[in-house]
């Protein structure tokens, strides 16, 4: 069987799993504190056959060429847009908001923030906002102000602290959703280096004009392997078959 076989195989595999990540990446381009995956490649069999006495040589032939390994989340900053909200906020460096759901502590970078009717901030979804020994923060009636430090601030004086929060490698975290992260198991944060930045909001680190040219591209890709996977399967072995016929 010829190497080309392989290579349209592995080819065909990763970009058809890249279009998922590109799909994706570009339908959560405008998702508040969304934070974009990006591929990473590895050999097909890597791992299974490394020091395998039974090895075969077809194993050995496909894992020469790349294929894609998985995806990691890309953590750079996304862009910070104003709303005159004072409950909106944006961070402004490394370091996440904790919020309590019903899974447990979670972390995000989406600051759309409210009060329920209790005085509790909380999320779009009902979910309490932490402060910065993780418990929920209420509010009493009044304008709040909130510091660069997430220091908050109502009538004059100080009612709590929004906790910020980071972890030692982002390889910590699991990306659950659009942009909430759960920590791995024994993974603990330490206290974020973010400043706090009152009514406005971060938005996806994904741009959505690259995200719909990597979609295309990627697209594209696909199709010129599935191409080339069907003239090595169908059209070789038939030439093949004849030409050997006559042998």
Avoid: C
């Avoid at 032939?61 to 409950?87: K, R």
């Avoid at 460096?93 to 899974?103: D, L, Y």
């Avoid at 409210?114 to 020994?133: F, I, K, M, Y």
């Amino acid at each position: 069987m010829d190497s080309g076989l392989y290579a349209a195989y592995t080819g065909l595999l990763a970009r058809t799993q890249a279009l998922d990540t590109a799909a994706n990446n570009l339908a959560n381009a405008g998702t508040n504190g969304f934070r974009a995956e990006r591929d990473y490649f590895r050999g097909v069999l890597a791992g299974g056959f490394a020091n395998d006495s039974q090895a075969s040589q077809v194993g050995d032939s496909v894992n020469g060429f790349g294929i894609l390994g998985g995806s990691t989340a890309d953590f750079t900053q996304g862009t910070l847009t104003n709303t005159s909200n004072p409950l909106d906020l944006a961070l402004d460096g490394q370091g996440f908001f904790a919020i309590q759901t019903k899974q447990g502590v979670r972390y995000t970078r989406d600051g759309a923030f409210s009060l329920s009717p209790q005085g509790q901030v909380q999320t779009h979804n009902g979910d309490a906002v932490l402060d910065q020994n993780q418990q929920p923060i209420n509010l009493p009636s009044g304008k709040s102000v909130v510091a660069p430090d997430g220091t908050i601030s109502v009538a004059g004086g100080v009612v709590g602290k929004v906790g910020v929060f980071q972890f030692a490698s982002p390889e910590n975290l699991t990306l659950e959703g659009a942009n909430r992260f759960a920590p791995r198991a024994g993974m603990s944060p330490v206290a974020g280096s973010a400043q706090v930045r009152q009514g406005a909001l971060e938005g996806g680190n994904e741009d959505a004009v690259q995200g719909t040219m990597q979609l295309i591209l990627v697209q594209r890709q696909a199709e010129m392997m599935q191409k080339a996977l069907s003239v090595f399967n169908n059209d070789f072995d038939k030439t093949a078959t004849e030409e050997l016929g006559r042998v």
